[in-house]
């Protein structure tokens, strides 16, 4: 029996690599926010308590008058880790494995009113709650890139108790990896 924390349903099926399993789910409970197309896109391919974590965070941000949105970001192939670093937007060397490549980062957008660029002003307070709730924000943190310093602003993670270096090593990552892609083939 497995227990879905976005949909908080038991069944036998694991939505998270069976879509049709999924599509019950949803049938049966609607997402507690009204979420677009490409926000549901996203929390399908994601690992499901970070799903939660996230329809969590983007509800508590909508409730404190935040416009909060998932980005398109999801699961990373190791091809768009690579791509990254070699922009200069990632730590990640090519050939390591990020969170993004097993569904527990997520990139959140609050656009300001004119729509036109990110409202950086929103985000401590999302970054705040977002760790008071076990998950990870980058936007304060300098990250050293390839072409300097960055801040990743949009970007959260959840993988508590858990260090990436560790993590790498660990079955749980294979095994993760494996699920998250096929989730992004399954919801591309």
Partial sequence: MAHDLLFNTDNDDDWSINPAARTAAAKTKALPLDFTATERKVLKQLEPSTAAFAVNLVGWARDQGIPARLSHTAIYSPKDTAEAYDR?????????????????AIHVVVYRPDGTTI????YPPIGAYARSQGG??????PIRGKYGVIYD??????????????????????????QAQKRARSYA
């Fill in 88 to 104: 200069g937007l990632s730590q990640i060397k090519p050939g390591k494995l990020d969170w993004h490549n097993v569904g527990r």
């Fill in 119 to 122: 409202d950086a002003s929103a």
């Fill in 136 to 141: 990870e924000w980058l936007g304060d943190k």
């Fill in 153 to 178: 602003t949009v970007h959260f993670e959840y993988h508590p108790g858990m260090d990436l270096g560790s993590y790498r090593k660990s079955e749980l990552a294979r095994r993760e990896f494996a």
